[in-house]
């Protein structure tokens, strides 16, 4: 009983969040509903017993990149309303409704002839930090180095594209130019 | 003796491609003589090859190598070296000779004097072959290599219009008859099953008549286009638009005797069916008066020797059609050595004439071109067969055995047309040589010829006087393959014969030179009573055959040809395949909107992508879903 | 009443369609980078709920998976955009049309 109230309840607050995300004209709104939208969804994994996921839905979403996009905003003019000249509207909306039922047929597909069997399943009596920990750093491992080496290059991506200087392009500059600069540095 | 008979064959061809090495260069003196002495090795070890024959009387078969060969289907590059195709390969072989060294000297200043030689020996090449393959597969190649080498060469100024067409005319006619040929051979091959000459005769024997004759009709269509008969004459005249050392060589000496050829390697066919032999026979002798006729009047010196080669040829196609195999062949032999050398002296003329054909601009060259006038004369007497050219013999024989075979008409056409071609021979001679020297109106500074150029054509000078004595000793050589036999007419009989043929030519020849050799001849100016008559009229315009050609073949053929192009090709192929490119190309045109560079736009189109691929794989996961798999 | 594993699915649908929504109508670069997030979170859903119901990790691995991806997008994709505001000063879409072939 209580998991059905929780359910609805989170997925109408969710819902709700995402919707104002998309459609309100405030940059500065559709960030605030973005952070809160979010965080709703780590009730669900709370709810799934995912508790490890939910931690870092809330600790990487909502802290990191709700962080990020906050900056990021500062750049640039949020305070006039976004303009938005739309199309068809029903099109956008038939387009998109069309697109999530197919991806929820192909995926529900396989569960519906029920011919799923667990490759790594859960071992009862352990936590689920122990079964994530468990599972990511023997099975996982490969995939998981990649990922934080990924990491490490965005992180360093980002610095770099933000970073100072950045208002002139080397690879928009020709050649000539950058020889000339060349020559000015070697010379002073 | 196998040496002998490669050295033969292959010596034109790699004269050939020696002299394509230069075409694209200038003038070069030293292919001209290169391919000369090629060609005159292929003539010494002709002349080998011919002693040998006549020693041993063992034909020489080689086998090459394998054409093709598959199921049932053999066909070797074998070659056959006997009486009939040494014979044929002494009179190509001699005649290119003599005309590959004239021809240094005649095509002196032509640009193409290198290309000129590439060609000149490639022809004799594919001749050489068409007369020594031993299976009519292999004459069937050379029959389409001379067809191919008479085309470059007809058309060798190209840049005349007049000489390509003519060309084109020359190949088109003759892929007609060859159509015939073909499907003779298909025929050969269907009921035999086999090319070689050796195993289809003798499988001849057990054929129905009926058979025989429609393969002996279809090759005769082959030999009737390359022979230029009737109706396929036309394009002979207008061969002569090529270089003369080629008129003299391809259309007069060998390529059109490939016809004549033909029917006399094929004598094992004929002689089982006469009935087509007499057919052949009549025509040959149609053909002779015909083509005799129109030359009694042309006024282009080259035409007028080019429809004596077809009546010439006509008396050969009589003699293979009676049956007197030997006695055509043996025509052929002479006809090519007197022919050529009316052809190159004509050539000599026309060097002289800054290239002018018309005989009535002559006049009074005996005086500057003695030697030239010599010539000339003896290949006349030679052709009008006056005792004891080899004219004489041949085509007396010839007259004979119509007589001994009781064919009275053909008989009487054929001597008739003897004094016909006594007459126009002369004609031409007292035109050219005697009289006024009209030539001196047009302001021509005529001149003898190379020196070199005259001794070349000194062993066609022999050929057309002695040849007429080895009658005999030809018989004796071909009689055993060609069945011939020797035509015996009463003494007295053949007596009176003779003299009469004798007189009538010497009448035919005295009349052509009080006509013509008196000093009253003018140029014609189309007023005088005789070029208005009917009788002229028909015969300058070679019967009207050429307009109704062009009038009932030629035209109704171009404006069916347009029809198909505006009607089906325009209409349905083009515009099929121009409505496909032009869906296309609307489709771009139409699509290019999609590439407006908004992202938005794009993502949109994304979505719509990614729906249709997701809903192709749902479908498809149903379709093997519920297909039973 | 039980909450099954349809309920899940069905709530992702939605998100992800609402996802796709934003996609397609924004203009604005950064808003478009909301929306998705929003599509990444709505799958995330999904495989959480897959994972809880067949009692197998491989989907939350799956989900870890896609929030470090995410959040290398939002760091590289943001760096970008800010490029490209001081270049053109304006992340409108209308405007970006430098592609127009």
Known sequence: MFEAVAFYLFAFLTITMFIITVTTSQALYALTALAAGMIFISAFFFILGADFLGAIQIIVYTGAVMALYAFGMMFFDTTRSVKEKQGNKFIITGLSTLAAVLVVLIVGAPMVSNNIVALYPTIDGMGNVQNVGLILFTKYLVPFELAAVMLLVAMVAGIVLAGKKMDRSITLTNDAELEIEKNKKVLS | MEKYLYIALFAPLVSSLFSLLFTATPKKLFTGIVASLLIITSLISSSILLTHILETGEPIHVTMMTWMQTGGLYIPFGFLVDQVSVTMMMVVTLVSSVVHVYAIGYMDHDKGFNRFFAWLSAFVFSMMILVMSDNYAGLFIGWEGVGLCSWGLIGFWFHKESATWAANEAFIMNRIADLGMLIGLFLIYWNTGTLQYDGAFAAFHQLPTATLTWIGIFLFIGAMGKSAQFPLHTWLADAMEGPTPVSALIHAATMVTAGVYLVIRSHELYSLIPHVGLFIASLGTFVALFAASMALVNRDMKRVIAYSTLSQLGYMFAAAGLGAYWVALFHLMAHAGFKALLFLGAGNVMHAMKDELDPFKMGGLKKVMKWTWIMMVIGSLALAGVIPFAGFFSKDTILEAAYSGNHMVIYGVLLFTAGLTAFYSFRLVALIFHGEERYKLFGVHPHEAYRFMLVAMSPLLLVAIVVGILQTPFFDMVEEVLNGHEYHIEHTLALIMLVGTQLFVGLAILYAYVKYANSKIKVPDGTSKIENSFAYKLLINQYYIPYAYEEYIVKPYRELSEFFWQKIDVKVVDATVDGIASIIYNTGEKTRDMQSGNLSTMLRWMVVGLIILLSLAVIFGFTVKYSGV | ?101
């Open chain 3, 1 to 101: 009443m039980e909450i099954g594993l349809n309920h899940y699915l069905v709530l992702s649908t939605i998100l992800f369609a609402i996802g796709l929504v934003g996609v397609m109508r924004r203009k604005n670069l950064l808003l478009l980078f909301f929306a998705t997030e929003i599509l990444l979170n709505a799958v995330n859903i999904a495989f959480a709920a897959i994972s809880h119901y067949y009692g197998d990790m491989t989907g939350q691995m799956f989900a870890f998976f896609i929030i470090a991806v995410a959040a290398s997008e939002v760091a590289v994709g943001l760096g970008l955009l800010i490029v490209w505001y001081k270049r053109h000063g304006s992340i409108d879409l209308d405007v970006l049309t430098t592609m127009k072939g």
